[in-house]
């Protein structure tokens, strides 16, 4: 116990000393000792290079740049539309080129020590690198420094040549036009005619960017986020190229509970601001209070659920958080229009899948009985053989029965980087229910404060022309998955249907805040292994009254045992949420052949 003590206290001073390690670094090459700025002390233990190099970048860009001014541009342009990750990776790059040259007249060891660090870079995150473009404009940037070697990928060369350019500026402006070419050349090659140029994305008005609600940006973040908050947390990706998964374990590990303690002013307030985030509720007054009573119990007692169509379908004002959600829904649209032809195969193939089998269903089948239709060639039989047999056929059709499907995908901020594929997926499966006539609905669920949004996108009986609707999707906040299982299979118990199919898109990881209420029972956080079971136990609960639920799994990889525990041998493990579509119509295709319920 004693040296288990020792090591452990060489360990914190050990972590002790190497942050202030970092941090006089930082101080030192900036000149200003008061900046406050989260720097990324673990990767110091797997790479000193690559933390120390982060410190001289933070000190040098503080130094020879206005921080705010490039942090409020990224704001200004996320606000109207752009994607966080990528716009902050190619600010990285940018903040690189211009500093390292300069910090090095001073400090000649910098440039080795940047090639150390690119070189641990190159080594430990070239695979995570290749994934996006950015990531492989920032791996070329660094091959060119190390070595000299020309990058093979045209359509990076002219960035580079940019971000060269970058090695003399003077003015941060020049690396905010640089960084806006950028995105809009190699992100999103339609944002200045839709959105205006940089001229209009500066111009914004900052009471606007008050008013926003910028929780909607933050994985699984259940508090909102002011302005100056969301300014501080850019400053800090713009900043920090290590590891970057790290937030997401912290945050659902033992020591990342997150409660949010509401007195009686805001619980009074909570029901509009769910109004006028998520639009108003389809359900009357009378009739959700109902729905709460009956549902909002056991693990989910002093919960709520809360009905709509969705913020653009239904809003109470066309508030910041309605240009936010119509803001997702046009990148939807837009990667809808990119991939149009290639959805068209995909609805084409799933529902000539589906119509096959629904025809196998109706065909019928002859078999051997003692009545019906005499068979000549049997006939010789009688009188030579003591038992002559089944002289006659009869013909029965297969099950005639009908089907009913519902799709309820996690919409929380987990699943905000597949966003658009999400919604692309869940219209492949809607067009192809839909021509063949299958009722389905479609919903999406996450869970802000003690309130789970149930949106709907599709009811079952919707004409076809509804089915865009998916198209709305956004993502934000948590996931109480259990209560939302419970509340999207009491409204598939209640469909006249024999068969009823329950499929669930999840990450496999419940996950809610902690709500304090005044006067409340306070239950169990509903993280780790509590909500699995709770879920589980959902799932298990419909299938005893006949519900054939199938779990779809998109999460990550050290979460499937979660998964396994949660839908039992009836999930699909879905590695690229482009087979999502396939997976479900082959599961469909197994229903409507064996008619195993």
Not at 126 to 131: D, N, T, V
Not at 225 to 246: D, G, K, P, W
Request: glycine residues 6%; proline residues 3%.
């Amino acid at each position: 116990m004693i040296e288990r003590w020792i090591r452990l206290e060489t360990d914190i001073v050990t972590a002790v000393e190497a942050e202030n390690r970092v941090r006089n670094l930082m101080w030192t090459v900036s000149g200003d000792y008061k900046l406050d700025t989260r720097l990324d002390v673990e990767s110091f233990f797997r790479s000193k290079a690559i933390s120390l190099y982060d410190a001289v970048k933070q000190g040098g860009f503080a130094r020879y740049f206005d921080q705010n001014q490039m942090a409020m541009y990224l704001v200004k342009k996320i606000y109207y539309g752009a994607e966080e990750k990528p716009l902050t990776d190619l600010a990285q790059i940018c903040v690189d080129a211009a500093v390292w040259k300069k910090v090095s007249k001073e400090r000649p060891g910098v440039p080795a020590l940047r090639k150390r660090a690119f070189e641990d870079l190159l080594e430990v995150s070239y695979e995570k690198l290749c994934g996006s473009l950015p990531g492989r404009l920032r791996a070329a940037m660094m091959q060119e420094y190390l070595d000299g070697r020309k990058i093979r990928e045209k359509r990076l060369e002219t960035p580079l040549s940019w971000i060269r350019s970058l090695e003399d500026a003077e003015d941060v402006m020049e690396l905010i036009r640089t960084v806006d070419r950028m995105y809009n050349t190699m992100i999103d090659l339609g944002f200045e005619r839709k959105h205006g140029d940089l001229e209009h994305v500066l111009a914004a008005d900052t009471e606007d960017l008050k008013e926003f609600n910028w929780k909607d940006f933050l994985e699984e973040t259940a508090v909102e986020y002011s302005l100056e908050e969301y300014l501080r947390l850019i400053t800090q990706r713009l900043m920090t190229s290590a590891v970057e998964e790290r937030e997401e374990e912290e945050k659902t590990g033992s020591g990342g509970q997150r409660v949010v303690l509401l007195d009686q002013e805001a619980l009074e307030k909570m029901y509009s601001y769910i109004e006028l985030n998520y639009g108003r509720s389809y359900l009357s007054p009378r009739e959700e209070k109902r729905q709460n009573y009956r549902l909002c119990r056991g693990a989910h007692a002093d919960c709520s659920l809360y009905f709509t169509e969705g913020i653009l379908r239904n809003p109470v004002t066309a508030n910041a958080q309605y240009v936010n959600a119509k803001r997702h829904a046009e990148k939807n649209r837009l990667l809808f229009r990119n991939s149009f032809y290639l959805m068209k195969r995909n609805v084409e193939l799933l529902t000539g899948e589906l119509r096959r089998s629904l025809v196998r269903r109706q065909e019928q089948e002859w078999f051997s009985s003692d009545y019906g239709v005499i068979v000549p060639s049997r006939l010789w039989k009688v009188g030579r053989l003591p038992d002559p047999g089944k002289l006659f056929v009869r013909t029965s059709k297969r099950d005639q029965s009908e089907f009913v499907v519902d799709i309820l995908m996690d919409a929380s901020g987990s699943q905000r980087d597949r966003q658009g594929q999400v919604a692309l997926q869940a219209y492949i499966i809607s067009e192809a229910l839909s021509n063949n006539r299958i009722p389905h609905r479609i919903l999406g669920f996450c869970t802000f404060w003690d309130y789970t949004v149930m949106q709907r996108f599709r009811e079952y009986d919707d004409p076809r022309s509804e089915n865009q609707r998916v198209l709305d999707f956004v993502t934000s906040a948590n996931n109480r998955d259990g209560l939302a299982i419970r509340a999207a299979g009491d409204g598939l118990l209640g469909r006249p249907e024999e068969n009823k199919i329950l499929i669930v898109l999840s990450d496999g990881r419940p996950n809610d805040v902690i709500v304090n209420r005044p006067g409340s029972r306070n239950p169990k956080p509903y993280q780790g292994e509590y909500a699995i079971r709770d879920t589980a136990h959902e799932v298990r609960k419909l299938r005893g009254e006949g519900v054939y639920v199938l779990g779809a799994f998109a999460g990550k990889e050290k979460d499937l045992a979660a998964e396994k525990k949660i839908f039992g041998k009836d999930f699909a493990y879905i590695r690229e949420i482009a087979n999502f579509s396939r997976v479900t119509g082959r599961y469909l295709r197994r229903l409507l052949d064996e008619g195993t319920w």
